[in-house]
């Protein structure tokens, strides 16, 4: 990436910072939002009593868990629907119906079924990512050429041969597309799951900060929840343009 493009995609959250930092103290962002620099100072002041790496380390925990579970679930699920025809008429429509219910709405079933504890939690990220991941993967692997197919047939490639260096690589940008919206939704899920019966975590603290009006504090969970979104979504683009380098597409202008 050239200077001139780090500088163009560093200078718009540039921009966002100023105006946050003089919206805040104009008053023009209302009285009850902080200034960027109080925000700073008071993230300096968490980090430094360990208060805050403690929490966001549960937090990580959690997400981790959930997608250690609905990653390879997905994964799975979307290569059996997408390579055999018989696991997709029995796996494909359950599948789909579930998607179809907002699972962020489950949370009260999930105390009923599990408790408030960690298993609730992460139970739900877990379910969260597994669909974007599953559609993607399917048709990811139904959207291969299927000349390419039958090229790799003719030279003489098995079907585990074809699955491997044709099916694959070929579903590959799609599949990647499905993590990357899959790890959104995982921390959206986080959110959400610890803004209730939790002791730990940085939604904790946002509901003990919402509660006695620390807002430099709200604000800053509300960074760190954008930062790690953003972090997790940059990762695996660095995966996808070294994974995919041989694929050709357009470049913008």
Known sequence: MSLLRRVRKAGG???????????????????????????????W??????????????????????????LPLGLVLGLLSGLFRISEDIIDAP???VRMLPHLALVPLFIIWFGIGETSKVGLIAVGVVFPLYINVFHGIRGVDERLVES????????????????????LPQILVGLRLSLGVAWLTLVVVEQSATASGIGFLIN????????????????LYAVLGVSTDLLVRLIERRALAWRKGLVAR
Request: charged share 15%; net charge positive; aromatic share 6%.
């Open 13 to 43: 959250l540039v921009v966002v910072l100023v105006l946050w930092e003089a919206g805040a103290r104009a008053g023009w962002l209302g009285s009850t939002t902080p200034p960027l620099s109080d925000v700073a100072v008071r993230g």
């Open 45 to 70: 002041d968490m980090a430094s009593s360990g208060e805050l790496f403690t929490n966001l380390g549960v937090s990580l925990l959690r997400v981790l868990k959930g997608l250690a579970i609905g």
């Open 95 to 97: 599948v789909q119906a």
């Open 152 to 171: 790799a047939r003719t030279c003489g490639l098995g079907r585990l041969g074809l699955v491997r260096k044709v099916v694959l690589p070929g579903a």
């Open 208 to 223: 003990q900060a919402t509660q006695f009006m620390q807002m430099d504090t709200v604000f800053l969970v509300l960074v």
